[in-house]
């Protein structure tokens, strides 16, 4: 053999081993192996851990003064059997009132006395303050209010505990609140009967109107002897039944709260994504929270159960739905806060630990890391920065490992940015684009049942954005200058980047929530800092293991965030109204979930040969899901009892009275006030008839708030996507209120008249106040802020034990003092929750499928010009 030859054989072989350095692949099996080993780490680690509990103690552990879940459950199945709660029914005002104070006196028994003193109050109370769009007034509701003391204190600063015995119509209220009332019984039972004393006086109130909405609370916290003593709170809410409760919603600006949560919470799940999120006001929840921070100047936390929410507010709301596990941990975290918070010194002068607010979220329910927002802007300048210097240093050394100018290996990475921005865009459009086009062809909330549909929904279809653009990129022709491993390692670099310059976009913006960008920067960093120190950065694709073994911590904790969201809301998607598409916000969900967990992963699948099996497998997944959800039963979005379709509709009497007292119309009628996507939809084909069904949004232009008895301010804020069925025969309520126009009186500077009413109405009543063009109201009865801020005003009117006829006045002006002429139109809505209508009303009710939920009762609707 001649030297030519061997040195042509040498060419040859350097040109393999060339080539095999710029292109390293791995077997094509091992791609697919990659990304299930990703599937199966979330369903083995993320989903078991998410759902733990405890077991739940029995009464044999009593004794070692620890919460007694058994003994909770057992006052829960007792507080159920009374059935639905709803303000002014017997039901609320007597029954339970009876069994709470019952209990109460069994606990006071057994208390400790050397120990302890408890006092039981029962407030009955009565006022008035603008919430939302509306005036919520209230007269005679009823709290329940204990004070458990240290024997001999001295403190005059006390720990509030709350929660709320009242229901929704219909709902039994197991879930909501009835197991927080029973956990606050056990607290109580077990702290009055352990020898382990605390500094401050704790006031347990079991407030008896908190759905009408957040009545009784604001009537403690205004008027009661305790309620200027209590500076701290823990607000327990139940929109659901199972796994843990979360702690959604902490301070305002007390960094300590959440200090005391992480060192005291045996079971942590917090998360400020939560916080923000409900902070919106975007949610179909509110909760007390709100209430004593405003008009108490209180600080606190709010902890509530939100998985499992399909029952929430209905008939299923039972006591079978709520397992002890979850009473067992919600009690132990909230046994354990009390204790520590009542021995807090820091509620001797609150205002001097005001720090701003908290970043907070636990980990995978095993650990909790909290820190304060001064700190988070900090830490979030800090790694978006660091990850841009350490990028930058990777491609010096890349251009120098290459022979090129920084300048040029710069270009690349500018184009390879371009490259995934668009991925990013398509991990979060595609999604969402897929989201639009069910919801135009009315196929929304195909996975209110089957959850695992989103899989093949959304996330599949981010993952196949994610991939595709960095695919098709790497197979193109490239530079001789340029190596697959500098390519792949600079897609990664370029998803760093841009998660850097969003998150010291959003740090500036203000938003808290974006720790989640951080910390998934920051295990991208600390691999891309070892492997620059170590010289791994330089060897082949060996960069790749540091950045999968950091990924894990990455991937774990915001795949156990998107699980956490996705399980909290949507059971709230089957109650977020028809103006809304819910399967934008859950595939946005979804997306972004996606795109966090998996955004420096997906490109490292391209090392492997043949990727575009996996883009080929991501696309065969999805056509399954579409499948399934168009055309099979799993798409379908309503099963019997565990996630049905909720339907609120009124059976109405309407009156209308001119102003000469004519009667120019009077009829009957369904509205309905349909709570999901679909509306009426889902009916079509049922036993249910809903012929001449048809939208109000018209009549809302030509008449006051639609010319309906609207409910409160969720169905005056849903009115135009209100229906109305018309009926032949005329609905016969209970009785229709009767308007007595007590006295017209001129005032003497001959330019406003005072107008004074006494109504003898229902337990639930909502006026609506419309002045006519040049009438204006100078006073009134009730909050005088609220005078100029609607054109028609609203107010929510309700009592419990108290039912005295609802007496007010108005005082109206008008430049030229011509008040002969019609000045205002008054709309009266009384409505009689808890009775089923007459026979007509209810074979109505029973022809509607067992997916249905109905809430529904008979209402009187009187409109009168004055």
């Not at 899989?455 to 790497?474: A, K, M, T």
């Amino acid at each position: 053999m001649d030297i030519s030859t061997i040195l042509d054989r040498t060419k040859f072989v350097g040109k393999k081993v060339s080539k095999r350095l710029r292109n390293p692949r791995g077997p094509c099996f091992l791609a697919s192996g990659f990304i299930l080993f990703w599937l199966l780490l979330f369903l083995a680690v993320v989903v078991p851990l998410f759902h733990r509990v405890p077991d739940p103690k029995s009464v044999e552990d009593a004794t070692k003064g620890v919460f007694i879940a058994q003994r909770a459950m057992d006052n829960l199945y007792n507080l159920v059997k009374i059935g639905p709660k709803v303000v002014g029914s017997e039901n609320n005002e007597v029954k339970t009132v009876n069994f709470l104070l019952n209990e109460l006196a069994l606990i006071e028994k057994n208390i400790l006395d050397e120990y302890f003193d408890i006092e039981v109050d029962l407030q009955e109370v009565s006022g008035s303050y603008i919430h939302w769009s509306m005036v919520n007034m209230y007269q005679g509701v009823q709290n329940i209010v204990i004070k458990l003391s240290p024997k001999n204190c001295t403190s005059e600063t006390y720990l509030l505990v709350n929660s709320h015995f009242d229901s929704k119509p219909t709902s039994p209220s197991a879930g909501d609140a009835g197991q927080m009332v029973a956990i606050i019984l056990e607290v109580l039972r077990v702290i009055s009967t352990t020898r382990q004393t605390f500094t401050h006086p704790i006031i347990f109130l079991l407030n008896g109107a908190e759905e009408n909405p957040l009545q009784a609370s604001h009537g403690f916290i205004t008027q009661h002897k305790w309620a200027p003593f209590c500076k701290a709170f823990l607000n327990l809410e139940g929109g659901a039944g199972g796994g843990r409760e979360l702690l959604f919603q902490t301070g305002p600006n007390h960094p300590w709260l959440v200090d005391y949560y992480k060192r005291n919470a045996k079971h942590p799940f917090a998360t400020t994504v939560g916080e923000e999120i409900f902070q919106t006001g975007s949610l179909p929840s509110d909760t007390d929270f709100g209430i004593l921070t405003k008009y108490g100047d209180l600080i606190g936390l709010d902890m509530a159960q939100s998985i499992n929410g399909f029952t929430y507010h209905t008939k299923y709301d039972t006591y079978d739905i709520i397992p002890s596990n979850s009473v067992q941990s919600m009690g132990d975290n909230v046994l354990s806060l009390v204790r520590a918070l009542s021995n807090a010194t820091e509620l001797e002068d609150t205002a001097a630990y005001e720090q701003g607010p908290s970043v907070f979220f636990d980990v995978l329910g095993l650990y909790f890391v909290n820190y304060t927002n001064k700190t988070a802007i900090v830490l979030n300048f800090s790694v978006a920065i660091a990850a841009i210097l350490l990028i930058y240093i990777s491609l010096g050394r890349m251009a120098t490992h290459s022979e090129v100018s920084t300048g040029f290996m710069l270009c690349w990475f500018f184009l390879i940015t371009v490259v995934q921005v668009l991925a990013i865009a398509l991990g979060i459009g595609l999604p969402i684009l897929i989201a639009n086009c069910f919801d135009k062809n009315d196929l929304s909330l195909t996975y209110f049942s089957t959850q695992t549909l989103m899989f093949g929904l959304y996330v599949c279809p981010s993952l196949f954005g994610l991939l595709l653009p960095p695919y098709i990129f790497i197979n193109l022709p490239r530079h001789s200058k340029t190596f697959f491993r500098q390519q792949l390692h600079m897609i990664l670099h370029a998803h760093a980047f841009i998660l850097a310059l969003l998150g010291l976009g959003l740090t500036v913006y203000g938003l808290r929530s974006t720790y989640v960008i951080t910390w998934t920067l920051l295990f991208y960093v600390i691999p891309l800092a070892i492997n620059l120190i170590t010289t791994l950065h330089d060897q082949g694709i060996s960069w790749t293991g540091a950045v999968v073994i950091f990924q894990l911590f990455s991937f774990l904790y915001n795949s156990y965030l998107l699980y956490t969201l996705v399980q909290t809301m949507i059971a709230m998607m089957g109650r977020f109204g028809r103006s809304t598409n819910p399967d934008l916000l859950m595939s946005a969900i979804n997306a972004l979930g996606t795109v966090l967990a998996m955004g420096f992963l997906v490109p490292i699948v391209i090392i492997f040969r043949r990727p575009g099996l996996i883009l080929l497998t991501l696309l065969a997944v999805f056509g399954v899901s579409i499948l399934s959800a168009t055309i099979t039963p799993l798409g379908f979005p309503y099963r019997p009892r565990t996630s049905v379709e909720r339907v609120p509709y009124l059976h109405v009497r309407r009156t209308f009275y001119e102003y000469s007292g004519n009667v120019s119309k009077e009829d009957s009628g369904y509205l309905f006030n349909f709570q999901d996507r679909r509306g009426p939809a889902p009916l079509e084909g049922t036993n249910v008839n809903l012929t001449g069904l048809v939208g109000i949004a018209t009549e809302c232009e030509k008449r006051m708030m639609c010319g309906q008895p609207l409910y409160d301010h969720r169905w005056v804020k849903n009115r135009l996507n209100a229906m109305w069925l018309p009926r032949e025969d005329l609905i016969d309520p209970p009785y229709v209120p009767k308007v007595q126009l007590i006295s017209k009186i001129i005032q003497a500077d001959k330019t406003r008249v005072r107008f004074k009413f006494t109504i003898n109405t229902t337990d639930h009543t909502s006026l609506f106040i419309q002045p006519f063009e040049f009438v204006n109201i100078t006073n009134w009865s009730f909050p005088l802020e609220y005078i100029g801020q609607q054109s028609t005003y609203h107010v929510y009117f309700s009592y419990g034990k108290n039912s005295s006829p609802l007496s007010f006045f108005i005082e109206l002006s008008k430049a030229n003092g011509d008040f002969q002429n019609p000045l205002f139109q008054l709309g009266v809505s009384a409505h009689f929750i808890g009775n089923k209508g007459d026979e007509l009303s209810q074979k109505f009710a029973q022809s509607f499928p067992d997916y249905a939920v109905l809430i529904e009762w008979p209402t009187s609707y009187q409109r009168f010009i004055f």
